[in-house]
T-cell receptor, first 114, second 116 residues
Framework: SQTIHQWPATLVQPVGSPLSLECTVE??????LYWYRQAAGRGLQLLFY??????ISSEVPQNLSASRPQDRQFILSSKKLLLSDSGFYLC?????????????FGDGTRLSIL | DQQVKQNSPSLSVQEGRISILNCDYT??????FLWYKKYPAEGPTFLIS?????DKNEDGRFTVFLNKSAKHLSLHIVPSQPGDSAVYFC???????????????FGKGTKLSVIP
């Protein structure tokens, strides 16, 4: 069966520090990968998605970037965190191919910026 | 502009009875709808989905109904169990991006409490 792992589960970082959140998927090949964020009091917002290694699409211009160095690895990064980057970050995967396939989520990283 | 709305922030139901969670959307381009369940400190878990060519999809105790003319969908849980207590999110998508990827637009969730 397929599983998705995110780490760390919780992170507290000072303003201006760098960020690296990692997500890996097991049990499937060539997945579509997604990064979402939920800010306090708001719904989930898509940040990035990837349909293959090195292929990243950004939905929201911001202080963050994403990379996909391997087929089942998705990384969310920032060079300098802002207070507004606080939130709950979720990685998701879906099968690739024609038609819709459900997105499956990891357990998320709660990021607090001090 | 909130394109997917879950107007009830919370719902309480007796164990064994039916739970009905509602969701409204405004974007007529949405053609795929999903329901997720979320426990505290965990990510959303996929429950059930429906495409716009159907008006009903059933999976065990869970049934999703879609009324395209009203832009409304609902999730029925029968019978409700205490383990169903969680936050339920409605999500919708309106078209592929590349290689079958797509963006989900989420509602803000409804907290379901099933009382033993």
């Amino acid at each position: 069966s397929q599983t998705i792992h995110q780490w760390p589960a919780t992170l507290v970082q000072p303003v201006g520090s760098p960020l690296s959140l990692e997500c890996t998927v097991e049990g499937t090949s060539n997945p579509n990968l997604y990064w979402y964020r939920q800010a306090a009091g708001r719904g989930l917002q898509l940040l990035f998605y990837s349909v293959g290694i090195g292929q990243i699409s950004s939905e929201v211009p911001q202080n963050l970037s994403a990379s996909r160095p391997q087929d089942r690895q998705f990384i969310l990064s920032s060079k300098k965190l802002l207070l507004s980057d606080s939130g709950f970050y979720l990685c998701a995967w879906s099968s690739r191919g024609q038609g819709y396939w459900p997105q499956h989520f990891g357990d998320g990283t709660r990021l607090s910026i001090l | 502009d909130q394109q997917v709305k879950q107007n009830s922030p919370s719902l309480s139901v007796q164990e064994g009875r039916i739970s009905i969670l509602n969701c409204d959307y405004t974007n007529s381009m949405f053609d795929y709808f999903l329901w997720y369940k979320k426990y505290p400190a965990e990510g959303p878990t996929f429950l059930i989905s429906i495409s716009s060519i159907k008006d009903k999809n059933e999976d065990g105790r869970f049934t999703v109904f879609l009324n395209k003319s009203a832009k409304h969908l609902s999730l029925h849980i029968v019978p409700s169990q205490p383990g169903d207590s969680a936050v339920y999110f409605c999500a919708a998508s309106g078209g592929y991006s590349g290689a079958g990827s797509y963006q989900l637009t989420f509602g803000k969730g409804t907290k379901l409490s099933v009382i033993p």
